[in-house]
């Protein structure tokens, strides 16, 4: 199994704890990952568990056993410093990470995250090593008055003017439409194939070339065994960022075997 979509791209499926689970969890749940992987079947797929950060120095060693990195969900621009309650890239690596998730739209909208915001930590994860999910998407108003396009345009020329270079290894995409997200109410197949599509055109537009034929452009918002395969094998769809289905490894694995 190459583990590669119809395109080339390695598919790439994201666990987004949010702010669940605990060290036992987690610890069960990489054994689970682990014991499903001694056959060899998910080869070729790039997993990422993004738990809590006060879990990941507890499970970087399960992780590495169980062949699958770890993600931060979120991480502070600067280096050190006066910065009460925030984490550098730097920490982030020394905790076993290799990846973070910028702008997630609770991020935005919940805590008040800004454009500007965004486009810093993707600069500084980005120079400091990290791989970065850099997730977007538009709310159920802006959908509904037709603008989720601009909207998500907006977000993604933002979020990567700073980068000079970008590395398609180093850089994923989440198409994640608010209003589909912990909703139980996914986009449809079309839906999300035609924003991916759009997404790519957008980074053909903005980024320098070969770029956008090699980024992964993954959907985010209730996704779960049941809808995964549908969606993940829509044209321009490289995987998945998964939220609440995440937390049973089992679904977590089913979603990332879809598609390939
Ligand atoms: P959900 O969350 O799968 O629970 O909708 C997805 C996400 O927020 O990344």
Known sequence: MSGAGAAGRRRFTGANWKMNGSGIEGISWLETVQAAAADGSLAGLDLVLFPPFTLLPVLAEGARGAGIVLGAQDVYYEKKGAFTGEVSAAMLIEAGCSWVLAGHSERRHLMGESDEMVSRKVASAIESGL??????????????????????????????????????????????????????????????????????????????????????????????????????SMPDVDGALVGGASLEALSFLQIARAGV
Not at 175 to 186: H, L
Not at 194 to 215: K, N, Q, S, V, Y
Request: proline share 6%; aromatic share 4%; glycine share 12%.
């Open 131 to 232: 791989g970065v999910v850099l997730c977007v998407g538009e709310r159920l108003a802006e959908r509904d008055s037709g603008i989720e396009t601009e909207v998500v345009d907006g977000m993604l020329s933002k979020a990567l003017e700073g980068l000079q270079n970008p590395d398609p290894s180093r850089i994923v995409i989440a198409y994640e439409p608010v209003w589909a997200i912990g909703t139980g109410r996914n986009a449809s197949p079309e839906q999300a194939s035609a924003m991916h599509g759009h997404i790519r055109d957008t980074l053909r537009r903005i980024t320098p070339g070969g770029f956008a034929e090699a980024c992964r452009i993954i959907y985010g918002g209730s996704v779960n065994p049941g809808n995964a395969q549908s969606i993940v």
